[in-house]
């Protein structure tokens, strides 16, 4: 009798590893290779993700689409570049665990489906961020819900500062108008610059920036899918900000978990210091309904 979890391994230009759950007809893939991005997360029979696959098999493409994962920063760095303990460090955008390779350290299909993933710094990594580390992900598949275990830790001596998040493309049709569920009040608009009262909807329409909800109690947020259902986003309270940004004409709207605003690492605000032999340890989970 075929197990109602499996993992399971394909190539398309890249391995590619699938998480299903038959029972909930359920499919989570994701590329090691390619930063250990999600590309398809399909839950409860509905493809959630949007994915320009042209960018994901064209190796020196930013990814549009899927789940990137953003560390040691998410956003942007005026002029591409911070300052550190004296020392001036380049950085692209969103930082660089999703351009590097990740490996595959274990595989369950026991009870759940799920795939743990690790990168650890390397010669690459120093040259942008001059901390050792260790980044451990598990992708567990459980009874239609994609969950998402994070574990960050600093084998350096000093203390490592963090912004960590992640980056997901969500099919939410044409439409750039949408209400989402969560007891923040304010937002911070980067278009402008001006921080202003969340009343339930935001509009991206028309929008070239990104605006981010900031002062939310709890930890989650829902809203629409192309009028088919409800997404929702659970996570850690590490997570103080919830970043919403979109293109116009493209039918997808990104809904962002991070740690901090953007420039934090400039800005030496709201970064997470992490101690040497004391992992940060964080949760991010997605479902529908």
Known sequence: MRSRYQVASQVDTYRIYELSDSETDSLVRICPERGGIVIGCKLRGEELLYLDHATFLDPNANIRGGIPILFPICGQLEGGRYEWDGQVYSMRNHGVARTSVWEVVRQSDEDEASITLVLRSNEETLSSYPFDFELQFTYRLKDGKLELDQTYANRSASPMPVQAGFHPYFATGEGKKLAYESDATEYLDYNDGKIKPFEGTIDLG???????????RTPAVSFPLAGKGTVR??????????????????????????????????????????????????QLSISYS
């Open 206 to 216: 028309g929008l070239k920036e990104s605006v981010a909800l900031l002062n939310a």
């Open 233 to 282: 986003l659970d996570y850690s309270e590490a997570f103080r900000a919830v970043v919403f940004w979109s293109v116009e004409g493209k039918p997808f709207i990104c809904v962002e978990p991070w740690t901090a605003p953007n420039e934090a690492l400039n800005r030496k605000e709201g970064l997470i210091s992490v101690k040497p032999g004391e992992p940060l340890q964080l």
